[in-house]
């Protein structure tokens, strides 16, 4: 008999029904969650037992009734995903995809459930197509462009706004680091510029990652000198030399790190000696 893969095997349910005071089903983003865990099985299943799947599961924790509602709305999201798969594949203006794909959202699941499941991210697509209009906009000088950023971010909801002032953060301390290295800038000045930027903890903890990168880029640079010797070693057959390669590898990196190390001599990115 031939075995079915199984991507899923091993893996803890993912989202959940919620129940109201009354033992109804209700449409939260959990739910979308739920369904959105058994249909990843897709490509290994049927959508029939996948459906079956999920009945299954449904059917040994809750009421005939709620189940039976629940398997309405997945019903209803599994033809929404074939038609937003369609939408997508057809092409087109991307803002009009968007706007078709949102107005099918309501059309099959209701306004209520739209909002519960799509609403935040819509608003945050909004966001960023209005956010990248401005960014774009010529006619704006710099203090016209900062207060329509600004005005942008204030129609963010506060717990959002922080995820993205997290992420932009990153990115400019990544940028920083980069140019520091670049023009190897002393440590001290970095610890400087850094805390008076960032503060003293994360200043530390910054100096702690340009640590990290030195001492990996240093272990690359060693391994590169010596990948090298043996590249250039004439005495050496095809299988001694893979042998010794090999060798070098593992002694000098765990798995994951000889995964990183090859995929960068396999594309020349090893520093100094591609």
Same mark, same amino acid.
């Given at each position: 008999?031939?075995?079915?893969?199984?991507?899923? =095997?091993? *893996?803890? %349910?993912?989202?959940? %029904?919620?129940?109201?005071?009354?033992?109804?089903?209700?449409?939260?983003?959990e739910? =979308?969650? &739920?369904?959105?865990?058994?249909?990843?099985?897709?490509? #290994?299943?049927?959508?029939? =037992?996948?459906?079956?799947?999920?009945?299954?599961?449904l059917?040994?924790?809750?009421?005939?009734?709620?189940?039976?509602?629940?398997? %309405?709305?997945?019903?209803?999201?599994?033809? !929404? #995903?074939?038609s937003a798969?369609?939408?997508?594949?057809?092409?087109?203006?991307?803002?009009?995809?968007?706007?078709? &794909?949102?107005? &099918?959202?309501?059309?099959?699941?209701?306004?209520?459930?739209? #909002?519960?499941?799509?609403?935040?991210?819509?608003?945050?697509?909004?966001?960023?197509l209005?956010?990248?209009?401005?960014?774009?906009?010529?006619?704006?000088?710099?203090?016209?462009?900062?207060?329509?950023l600004? #005005?942008l971010?204030? *129609?963010?909801?506060?717990?959002?706004?922080?995820?993205?002032?997290?992420?932009?953060?990153?990115?400019?301390?990544?940028?920083?680091?980069?140019?520091?290295?670049?023009?190897?800038?002393?440590?001290?000045?970095?610890?400087?510029?850094?805390?008076?930027?960032y503060?003293a +903890?994360?200043?530390?903890?910054?100096?702690e !990652?340009?640590?990290?990168? +030195?001492?990996?880029?240093?272990?690359?640079?060693?391994?590169?000198?010596?990948?090298?010797?043996?590249?250039?070693?004439?005495?050496?057959?095809?299988a001694?030399?893979?042998?010794?390669?090999?060798?070098?590898l593992?002694r000098?990196?765990?798995?994951?790190?000889?995964?990183?190390?090859? %995929?960068? *001599?396999?594309?020349?990115?090893?520093?100094?000696?591609?």
């Amino acid at each position: 008999m031939t075995k079915h893969p199984d991507s899923l =095997r091993g *893996t803890g %349910v993912d989202g959940a %029904v919620h129940l109201s005071a009354h033992g109804a089903p209700i449409a939260d983003r959990e739910l =979308r969650r &739920l369904f959105d865990y058994f249909i990843s099985r897709i490509g #290994e299943r049927d959508e029939r =037992r996948i459906r079956g799947d999920l009945a299954a599961y449904l059917q040994a924790r809750f009421a005939p009734a709620a189940v039976a509602q629940v398997l %309405v709305w997945f019903d209803s999201y599994t033809i !929404l #995903e074939r038609s937003a798969a369609a939408l997508a594949s057809a092409g087109g203006d991307p803002r009009a995809t968007v706007m078709r &794909l949102r107005a &099918l959202r309501r059309e099959r699941m209701g306004e209520a459930i739209a #909002e519960a499941w799509w609403g935040d991210e819509d608003r945050y697509l909004d966001y960023t197509l209005a956010r990248q209009a401005v960014i774009d906009d010529r006619s704006l000088d710099a203090a016209q462009r900062q207060r329509k950023l600004a #005005e942008l971010e204030r *129609t963010l909801d506060p717990a959002r706004l922080a995820l993205i002032q997290q992420d932009d953060q990153a990115e400019l301390s990544l940028r920083q680091s980069e140019d520091y290295a670049r023009r190897k800038v002393p440590a001290a000045q970095r610890f400087a510029e850094r805390e008076r930027q960032y503060g003293a +903890d994360a200043a530390r903890r910054l100096a702690e !990652l340009d640590a990290q990168r +030195d001492r990996w880029d240093g272990r690359l640079r060693d391994y590169a000198r010596q990948r090298r010797k043996i590249m250039e070693d004439a005495s050496l057959s095809a299988a001694q030399r893979e042998q010794r390669l090999q060798s070098l590898l593992n002694r000098g990196f765990d798995a994951n790190e000889r995964r990183r190390v090859d %995929v960068m *001599t396999r594309n020349n990115l090893l520093p100094g000696f591609n």
